[in-house]
């Protein structure tokens, strides 16, 4: 006796044209979360090798390091490197910051902490007293970013270089 074998079959329509248009995007969608994943690994989000900025050279004595990117409400620093040419006869350094730029932020320190500060109408200066053997000196304020998107400020030393950077926030 023969053994009958049993086959059963469920009829089911392909759709070929959806099934190529759905691997297309299923490419799309991987290639995409790959670049996101390589973005953020680099420092497009924040912490990463791109993300950190210097703007300035030593030998003009004004050199500021920064993060291009940040987040919104989020704890950021900008460090301002003061070397020799940028000290006065009277062992003070003179920093001013964009008061625009400033407005978008919240100072919570400044370290080491200026020995006076004047509101100017376009920015902040201030003054800071250095003992010219410890130049160069790193001045860093402790800010809280409130801004959303780019943000444009400037950095420089009266009568001396000034040197505009650019951050952006994200929420």
Known sequence: MAKSEKTETTDITEDL?????SWAVQRVAWLVMLALSAAALLGLFGGG???????????SGLRISYDRFVRQEAPATLNIHVGAPALRADSTAQIWIDRKW??????????PEPESSLVEP???LYTFRIVPSS???????????HALG???GA?????????????????
């Open 17 to 21: 044209g959806f099934q190529q248009k």
């Open 49 to 59: 090798p791109f993300s950190g900025a210097e703007v300035g050279t030593d030998g």
């Open 102 to 111: 400033l407005a978008e932020m919240e100072v919570k320190r400044i370290t």
């Open 122 to 124: 376009d920015r902040i």
């Open 135 to 145: 130049a160069p000196t790193v001045i860093t304020w402790y800010l809280e970013t």
């Open 150 to 152: 780019r943000s444009r």
């Open 155 to 171: 950095v420089g030393v009266p009568g001396g270089p000034s040197y505009p950077f650019s951050q952006f926030a994200y929420p």
